[in-house]
């Protein structure tokens, strides 16, 4: 077979003519057939191949279908996912101009805390940041690691004695009675003793955990709070220089520290009130201006809500006498009827806040009565005389009777033990929320001092919570002003008696004083296992606060406003000639939590 010179000079140029495309295509390359997105083309490893959009072709795309997700309630039923619409590869968004926006977001006037540091000297803003970091941040998380239900402790004969010894319910194990068996638990019930009553120094009472309250904050918050937190002209019942600030709860660590720099204020302290739904600060003012100014100056402030000065309260209760041990001088529990209605209640399953001075908890008479304790001024815990007393009229079960001998008291430490026994705002603050939230029923306050607003706030707070607020109404005589928190509308207020019904010559009256209680040589629980007499406003108030308890062990959802309705219904009347002011009662304990008809709610 001949080629003609002409057919292989056509085939020459066609191979020239072809080298160029030969050349372009991978060894590896494969033809595939045609796509959505157009004619038959490369494979690209970025994705399809660029074309125009097509509708969507399941078929010939495999993977058009969503990602597998066993969350996803996916029906195969339904059409077949369909994939987003591209734009095309050729598509560049429009470059937009550097022009600034003409919607500002509003902000806060902070000056440059290094200028504030420069000019006044003494604020570090550094440590002011770090400080409010510190003060602000929640406490460190507690990792729980799972026990193994199946875990079997190893076969030691040490822990099997020490087992045998501690008894089944460690801890707080019920105290073993006398042939060697492990008595009944019952629930804060008081220590028996060999006859079958309430005392002995040796038992323990069962501890009871409770959740934390929850507590209902405030429906609405105003930005700022009416009126002005200045302290009145010529008062000098506060620490002169310090102001507790009010402002709200999501302002940040930084944003807090720039409002003590603006005022040249040192942050000392820092909570979040549950009571009033804000952080309350207590700050130190660094130069010369008064309380007053500063107060001023931080109302004006558009992140304070309020601010005040951090005002002194003192204990009320006069100079201890002469050593006592005689249990014959306890007329109070005949007067308020207490040995009756122990029949009936002993405080069981209540828990009675208490905001004092130190208790001594080793005393024989709280022996197991104080459920927890919150240390306000240096974690010492110190005992005193006078919280040692208030505590003991509400829980003593040993050769004293506490007007709730199975209460259980949550011990605040907010008074110091000098001469003055005084305590500030700020830490009666802290311990009412504290109180609050560990879920008391009641507060006892026997203390006294000037209005309030940040306390009052609070007291509003515990009272529409359902907690009852009791408080002594002060030894300052009856010609003087209202003190507080006695005179608080959410208060019960309580004035003493003596043996004879008469009014102490020393308790506050007033329309706010209904309820009264003895309070004139009492016999009391001292430091160190001893006993004194005491008088005051403040022993009445801590009776009246147990028989509160009594109270509510019978009825557990009194309110508040039917505790002082069912004091003042049940109460004896005093003869307005014995000092008592209008319509005083003297409390009736047996009365009080004795089955009867409901009473009419008395107004707040």
């Not at 619409?85 to 598509?91: I, Q, R």
């Not at 815990?381 to 949550?410: D, M, Y």
């Not at 009391?524 to 007499?533: M, N, T």
Request: charged fraction near 15%.
């Amino acid at each position: 077979m001949s080629i003609s010179c002409r057919s292989l000079q056509i085939m020459k140029w066609a191979a020239l003519l072809a080298l160029p495309l030969l050349i372009a295509i991978p060894a590896d390359a494969q033809f595939g057939p045609p796509s959505e997105f157009g004619p038959p083309s490369f494979p690209n490893q970025y994705g399809p191949p660029s074309g125009p959009n097509q509708p969507n072709n399941p078929q010939s795309v495999p993977n058009n279908q969503p990602p597998s997700n066993p969350y996803n309630n996916y029906n195969s039923s339904q059409p077949p996912y369909e994939q987003p619409e591209l734009p095309p590869n050729d598509y560049v968004p429009p470059e937009l101009p550097n022009v600034p926006s003409t919607q500002t977001t509003p902000q806060l006037s902070t000056p440059n805390l290094n200028d504030v540091y420069r000019e006044n000297g003494g604020i570090d803003p550094t440590e002011a940041l770090r400080r409010a970091q510190e003060l602000s941040s929640p406490p460190p998380r507690v990792e729980f690691v799972p026990v193994d239900p199946f875990y079997t402790p190893p076969d030691d004969p040490d822990v099997r004695d020490q087992i045998r010894r501690l008894g089944p319910t460690v801890p707080n194990a019920p105290p073993p009675t006398l042939n060697g068996s492990v008595a009944p638990t019952v629930p804060n019930a008081p220590p028996p003793t060999l006859n079958g009553g309430v005392g002995g120094g040796g038992g323990t009472k069962t501890v009871v955990t409770q959740p934390p309250r929850v507590i209902r904050p405030p429906v609405a918050l105003p930005n700022k709070r009416p009126g002005t937190g200045a302290p009145a002209g010529g008062e000098q019942r506060l620490v002169p220089d310090q102001v507790v600030v009010e402002v709200a709860l999501a302002l940040t660590p930084a944003q807090i520290a720039a409002l003590e720099g603006r005022h040249n204020l040192v942050q000392l302290d820092q909570f979040a009130s549950q009571l009033s739904g804000t952080n309350m600060l207590l700050a130190r003012i660094t130069d010369q201006r008064t309380v007053a100014a500063v107060i001023v100056a931080l109302e004006n402030d558009a992140q304070v809500m309020a601010a005040q000065p951090n005002y002194l309260m003192a204990l009320q209760q006069l100079a201890s006498h002469q050593s006592a041990t005689d249990g014959t001088a306890q007329y109070a529990l005949a007067k308020l009827r207490l040995t009756q209605a122990h029949q009936l209640a002993l405080g069981n399953n209540v828990l009675v806040g208490v905001i004092d001075s130190g208790i001594d908890a080793a005393h024989p008479e709280l022996n197991g009565a104080i459920a927890e304790t919150y240390d306000l001024l240096d974690g010492s815990r110190a005992a005193h005389n006078h919280g040692t007393a208030i505590a003991g009229l509400i829980g003593a079960h040993s050769k004293l009777k506490g007007s709730a001998p199975a209460a259980r008291i949550l011990a605040v430490r907010a008074f110091d033990a000098s001469a003055t026994n005084q305590g500030t705002t700020f830490n009666v603050l802290k311990g009412l929320d504290w109180a609050a939230v560990k879920g008391a029923r009641v507060i006892n306050m026997s203390f006294a001092g000037p209005s309030d607003p940040a306390i009052h706030r609070s007291l509003d707070g515990a009272y529409k919570n359902g907690i009852v607020l009791i408080a002594a109404a002060g030894n300052a005589g009856p010609k003087s002003p209202p003190l507080y928190p006695a005179a608080d509308p959410a208060v019960i207020a309580i004035a003493a008696t003596d043996a004879d019904d008469k009014f102490y010559v020393g308790s506050n009256r007033g329309r706010h004083v209904s309820i009264a209680a003895p309070g004139v040589d009492i016999l009391v629980a001292a430091p160190g296992g001893r006993y004194q007499l005491l008088s005051g406003t403040s022993l009445s108030a801590a009776e009246i606060s147990g028989i509160v308890a009594l109270m509510i062990e019978r009825k557990p959802d009194l309110r508040p406003d039917q505790v002082r309705t069912i004091l003042l219904s049940t109460g004896k009347a005093i003869p307005e000639g014995r000092g008592a002011p209008p319509a005083a009662r003297l409390a009736d304990a047996y009365r009080a939590i004795a089955p009867g008809p409901v009473l009419p709610v008395a107004a707040r």
